[in-house]
């Protein structure tokens, strides 16, 4: 999943998957026949299973949406390095690879989307206001992780994160 998230699809060689895995390059077409299209199908099988435990599933939770909302930074700080590391959805959406991948990227998306939407919901918030915060809220993510990148300073996102929940559950 490293090389993916920090290369992107276009970007990552076999040479380097084949390093990170730790496998020749014939092992991995031994279990990659379609090769690198399906080492990345892999790679987002596991991202979603990763979202689903440690991101969705705290937003579906019982309990006060800032508390969830709260549960998820924690989570995405872990999964982010802090905002050290980048978003594996946004590399695979840009170039070669968001034609092959767009839909499962855009999917993602729409289901974290949903799940921070729930959550506000659940804690009064109007449908059509949950979702424009829910959608505001990823933008603040996904934006303060490409700037705390590229400015090399974790505390942008960071900060971004800890203003989530009192922003969107207000």
């Given at each position: ?159 971004a994160l800890k203003s989530l929940p009192e922003l969107l559950a207000s």
């Amino acid at each position: 999943m490293s090389v993916v998230r920090s290369q992107g699809y276009d970007g990552a060689s076999l040479a380097q998957l084949s390093k990170a895995s730790g496998l020749g390059k014939s092992s991995l077409y031994h279990h990659f026949p379609e090769g690198k299209d399906d080492m990345v199908a892999a790679v987002l099988d596991h991202l979603e299973t990763t979202l689903d435990a440690t991101v969705f599933a705290p937003l579906r939770a019982p309990g006060p949406p800032a508390t969830r909302i709260k549960r998820m930074n924690g989570s995405l700080l872990v999964f982010y390095r802090e905002g050290r590391e980048a978003c594996l959805l946004a590399s695979l959406g840009i170039g070669d690879s968001s034609r092959r991948f767009h839909p499962r990227v855009k999917q993602l998306f729409r289901r974290w989307i949903e799940a921070i939407a729930h959550a506000l919901r659940d804690g009064g918030v109007p449908r059509g206001q949950a979702q424009l915060r829910a959608e505001e809220a990823i933008v603040r993510i996904e934006g303060s992780l490409v700037l705390a990148r590229s400015l090399d300073d974790p505390a942008i996102f960071q900060r971004a994160l800890k203003s989530l929940p009192e922003l969107l559950a207000s």
